[in-house]
Nanobody, 121 residues
Framework: QVQLVESGGGLVEAGGSLRLSCAASGSIASINTMDWYRQAPGKQRELVALMSSGGNVNYADSVKGRFTISKDNAKNTVYLQMNNLKPEDTAVYYC???????????????WGQGTQVTVAS
């Protein structure tokens, strides 16, 4: 069994910072990509940042220069450092991890439970 546990969301004023964490645990054989998505009320879920197993990263244009994705391979944890937050960043943030379980030959996507980020103007 695999679990993704997110933490770090909350309420912050515009211009402030938050750091999200997502820890994957369980019978994990290998991790491919680790991503962050977000979904604002009434909107579709959108990709915020993606990190490949080799460390290549991609960001949504709306967060470039403000958000940084990083990971700790030893802890199977991905982070999202969010600086200079804006009210339009308000959303539920989800991590998504593409991994292979120890008892499987296939890679599957797992999602975290989501964490609320609210940016007050």
């Amino acid at each position: 069994q695999v679990q993704l546990v997110e933490s770090g969301g909350g309420l912050v004023e515009a211009g402030g910072s938050l750091r999200l964490s997502c820890a994957a645990s369980g019978s994990i054989a290998s991790i491919n990509t680790m991503d962050w998505y977000r979904q604002a009320p009434g909107k579709q879920r959108e990709l915020v940042a993606l990190m490949s197993s080799g460390g290549n990263v991609n960001y949504a244009d709306s967060v470039k220069g403000r958000f940084t994705i990083s990971k700790d391979n030893a802890k199977n944890t991905v982070y999202l450092q969010m600086n200079n937050l804006k009210p339009e960043d308000t959303a539920v943030y989800y991590c998504r991890v593409h991994l292979r379980r120890s008892d499987s030959a296939f890679y599957v996507y797992y999602w975290g439970q989501g964490t609320q980020v609210t940016v007050a103007s």
